[in-house]
């Protein structure tokens, strides 16, 4: 530690040291007083005494008070701080006592005046809210002759009610105290804190007079005097409470701070307390200032960061100088002065400006436009200019930002020239990006076409243009519904099909696509047109979804009428919820025992009609349980009809309900003995097999025997299930087989001829006799019918006996051929040949089509053995010229036969042996009922 340093800390400690010493002998010597004083009033009583003895404990008080604010300074939260402060106010409570004693009991004392003040200053200090300080003050004001303690006592009466927030009194207090006295030393704080009064009770005009009299008054003017600062300050402000912001401004400008902060927290608070108009006018004034001032620097300042406010504060108040700030700000861009943090900021507040604007935008679109709305507009088209020029390559991003707030605007036409610039800018340099600006057009434009019934050829070129670039599945079956109706209403019908096949491609889960189709057959010149009515049904059942649709297929059977079809288009649509209330109310009152029995028919019936409508399966369900089930015979009878029609018309449509339903009236006939139970029985039964459900079929028949239906229906399930078997399922046929053989339904000839027509369908899907595929098939055939025990049928035996002779492989010589030789080798080959042929001649059958199966294994025959002569091979390449000459002129005639054998067979084959069922592999085959087949004759 230096020499220096060392004196320093020495000189400290002892002047500590003294300043301790000091303040000891002083509190011993008010402890001294304190005693004697207590000693004068055990002896003696009385007003002096007391007084004595409050004065002097009064000072002590003064003096712990100094020692507590010297702790405090040192460390405000230390315990010694908490202990002082406790045993000061423990002092004071005591001094207190003392005070009150005179106050209560010598109330003629000699100095009272100077008593009353001192005990209230006392409990203002430690108990400032308490009662007692008020009338204690105002007798000091009384009492007191001193022209300048009085005018102290009316200021502290004054403060009291300050403090208190009873702001009538504080200002007569206070001006009271400045009519004793003037020239008094606190005038600068009875003059401020009188302002604040005003301000209050908000009499500003009271309250900016008394700051200007302070400011004008004081004799300390300088930036010591808090009060004179303050006052300079607050003026401009008090101005603005005042509804004289112009005034503030003067004042600001021609005697107060114009440092950039100053000017900028004047203006904020001018534009915050709403006066927007002035604000504006107040920021060319400030800026004119500026300029006159050569302070070119505070100028650009004072320019960002109000535009800065601006942008953060509630834009809804934007107003012209946001736009003729950022225009003057942007000179600065441009020239370079502005720094690339402030470059960086101004970019950033524009963009988030402009997202503010297009948020107000959207918030006030339902809402009633307020007086910002169009600066706020306008203001956005300043922003978009001012963006697009610090960023050129963003432009068109900007520019859909506005056209976007256009269209919120309901501006479309604005709007829409904005999308179609950037559409057009965009489109070959970005197309995916042009087709969003697309969609926007073409909302406009499609808009306009519903409301002119028409589309505009511009209209067809964005079409087209969105179907090749465009991304959103919604919007491209949006385009194919509106070309669909403009090519239906002018009778287009094949670019109808056309628009419907796009639309199934682009979502084949899409119930619209059935709408389309149903509409086209709806239409009555469609439906006399054969050749396009072909063409729509070859286009429903070569699409899956389409084909499995039962409404299509009903209409392309039945040719649904156009009304049929708009009851179809409405089931599809509905959805709005108003027949579902309509059909509550109804069935509300069907359930009402209250009601006629024929009044709650007719309610339940209307009912039922409207929930279907609504798709409410569940409830209407119910309601057709109680007609079919709980009604008595006749109001059965009634209503029984109505029902069945009901129920057909959702046959396509509702699966689950017609079959509950028609079972249900089949039941119910057959339990009344009425005639419909032999109309329900078949269309059951052909629901059942149609839709594949073959044990559901049987099980039905066997439900039905008890039934007594005529003799037509008691053998249809023989009959119709052999039409509806599918032959190329073996699951499915197995199943059938496995049926009929338990349930007995067919007769032995019946049997046999199914196995032939079975037999047929097999050989159909042949082409040539291959061992593997062969060996295939009749396992095939083995498993498939295997319940009719087929293996001992004279057929299959001739069949396989077939299959091996033409499977079977020949051992033909193959030996390379010469004058030695080919003699021997012809003639072994010839005879293996011969009786391969002599086999298969043995094999006698008239069974039409194992005789064709016949021609195709001798076909196969002909041809290995054509094949082996026309491949031999020869040893002496000189003479092999006669070789081939002898060999072919000996093979010729089979060669011969063996073409006419094969074309035959070929074309046969391609014709297939013709089956009651014209195509088996078409999941919606037509049934050719009757007739026969022919087998082709080789």
């Given amino acids: 530690m230096n020499k220096k340093l060392v004196i320093i800390l020495f000189f400290s400690i002892n002047l500590f040291s003294q300043s301790e010493k000091i303040d000891a002998r002083i509190y011993k010597v008010l402890q001294k007083e304190v005693g004697a004083a207590e000693r004068l009033i055990r002896g003696k009583k009385n007003d002096r005494n007391y007084f004595r003895l409050f004065n002097s404990r009064l000072e002590i008080l003064k003096f712990k008070g100094k020692k507590l604010r010297e702790l405090k300074f040192k460390d405000k939260n230390s315990s010694a701080v908490k202990s002082k402060t406790s045993e000061n106010f423990k002092y004071y409570k005591e001094t207190k006592k003392y005070g009150d004693i005179i106050y209560k009991n010598y109330l003629n004392l000699t100095d009272k005046g100077k008593f009353y003040l001192l005990h209230g200053l006392m409990i203002a200090e430690y108990e400032p809210n308490d009662k007692s300080i008020e009338p204690l003050l105002k007798r000091a004001v009384k009492y007191i002759d001193n022209k300048n303690l009085k005018s102290v006592a009316a200021g502290n009466l004054a403060d009291y ?98 440092d950039t902060d100053s000017l900028l927290s004047f203006s904020k608070y001018v534009y915050e307390k ?67 943090e402030q470059k960086k900021i101004f970019k950033e507040k524009n963009i988030d400006l402009l997202n503010k604007n297009i948020k107000y935008v959207n918030d006030k679109k339902t809402k009633k436009e307020d007086s910002f709305f169009k600066p706020i507009l306008k203001d956005s088209i300043n922003l978009v200019n001012t963006l697009k020029a610090i960023d050129p390559k963003k432009s068109s991003d900007y520019d859909f930002k506005l056209a976007q707030m256009f269209a919120q605007l309901n501006q479309e036409d604005k709007s829409i020239k904005i999308f179609e610039r950037i559409y057009k800018a965009d ?16 909302a406009y434009y499609d808009k306009k076409n519903i409301q002119k019934g028409i589309i505009a050829p511009k209209t067809m070129s964005y079409y087209q243009d969105y179907l090749k670039h465009g991304s959103k599945k919604k919007i491209k079956k949006t385009i194919y519904l509106r070309l669909y109706d403009k090519y239906f209403k002018e009778k287009q019908y094949s670019k109808n099909l056309e628009m419907t096949d796009l639309f199934y491609k682009l979502d084949k889960k899409d119930k619209k696509s059935e709408a389309l189709i149903l509409n086209l057959i709806a239409v009555e010149e469609i439906n006399k047109d054969e050749k396009f009515y072909n063409q729509i049904k070859e286009f429903v059942n070569t699409r899956p979804e389409l084909a499995q649709s039962s409404s299509l297929q009903k209409a392309l059977r039945e040719g649904y009428k156009l009304v049929s079809t708009q009851k179809i288009n409405s089931l599809l649509d509905s959805g709005d919820g108003e027949d579902t209330a309509k059909a509550d109310k109804l069935y509300a009152f069907f359930k009402d025992t209250k009601l006629d029995l024929n009044n709650r028919l007719i309610s339940g019936f209307n009912a039922l009609v409207l929930y279907k409508k609504a798709n409410k399966n569940k409830v209407a369900l119910e309601i057709v349980n109680n007609f079919i089930n709980k009604t008595n015979a006749k109001k059965f009878i009634e209503y029984k009809d109505r029902i069945e029609a009901l129920a057909k018309s959702e046959l396509f449509s509702d699966v689950k309900f017609f079959e509950k339903t028609y079972s249900d009236l089949f039941t119910r006939a057959c339990k009344e003995g009425l005639a419909d139970k032999n109309r329900h029985y078949p269309v059951l039964l052909e629901m059942y097999l149609s839709q594949g459900n073959l044990g559901k079929a049987f ?77 295939n098939i009749s396992s095939e055939i083995a498993q498939d019918l295997g319940a009719f025990n087929i293996e001992q049928r004279a057929y299959y035996k001739i069949y396989n006996r077939l299959f091996k002779l033409g499977a079977a492989k020949i051992s033909y010589n193959k030996t390379p051929l010469s004058d030695a030789n080919v003699a021997g080798i012809v003639e072994k080959n010839f005879k293996l040949f011969a009786k391969r ?102």
């Fill in 427 to 442: 489109k070959k340099k970005d197309p995916k990006k042009a087709a969003v600006m697309l969609e926007e057009i073409l």
């Fill in 274 to 340: 709403g006066f927007f108009k002035e604000f504006n006018s107040h920021i060319a004034k400030i800026e004119q200032f500026l300029k006159n001032k050569n302070r070119s620097k505070d100028l650009l300042s004072f320019r960002v960061d109000t535009f800065n406010f601006l942008v953060d504060s509630e834009f809804k108040k934007s107003n012209r100088s946001m736009t003729a700030l950022r225009n003057s700000i942007m000179k600065y861009y441009k020239s370079g002065q502005l720094s690339s």
């Fill in 699 to 775: 099980a039905f028949q066997q439900k039905a025997k008890s039934c007594s239906l005529d003799g037509k229906n008691a053998s249809l399930l023989a009959k119709l299930s052999r039409e509806y078997v599918d032959w190329s399922d073996s699951s499915n046929l197995r199943e059938y087989v496995s049926l009929v053989s338990k349930h007995s339904i067919f007769s032995r000839k019946q049997i046999n001829s199914f196995i032939e027509e079975y037999f047929i369908y097999k050989i159909n899907n042949l082409e040539t006799v291959d061992e593997k595929k062969f060996g």
């Fill in 161 to 258: 009610f300050y403090n208190n927030a009873i702001f009538d009194k504080a200002i007569k207090a206070y001006s009271m105290a400045l009519k004793i006295n003037p020239r008094t030393e606190w005038k600068d704080r009875y003059l401020y804190n009188q302002s604040w009064c005003y301000f209050k009770k908000d009499l500003f005009d009271d309250s900016v007079n008394n700051l200007i009299k302070l400011y004008k008054t004081t004799k300390q003017k300088n930036n010591k005097n808090y009060f004179y600062t303050q006052s300079r300050k607050k003026i401009p402000e008090m101005y603005v409470f005042s509804k004289k912001p112009d005034a503030g401004l003067n004042f600001l400008l021609t005697q107060g701070n114009t």
């Fill in 837 to 938: 042929l002599k086999d298969i001649d043995a094999v006698k059958t008239d069974i039409p089509f194992l005789v064709f199966f016949k021609k195709i294994v001798e076909n196969t025959i002909f041809n290995e053995f054509v094949f082996i002569f026309e491949n031999l091979k020869y040893i002496d390449e000189a003479k092999s010229g006669e070789l081939k000459k002898l060999i072919a002129g000996a093979v010729a005639p089979f060669k011969k036969k063996h073409a006419l054998i094969k074309k035959a067979v070929e074309s046969n084959l391609k014709k297939k042996i013709r089956l009651r069922y014209l195509s088996l592999k078409d999941p919606n085959y037509i049934i050719y009922r009757g007739g026969s087949y022919k087998t082709i004759n080789l």
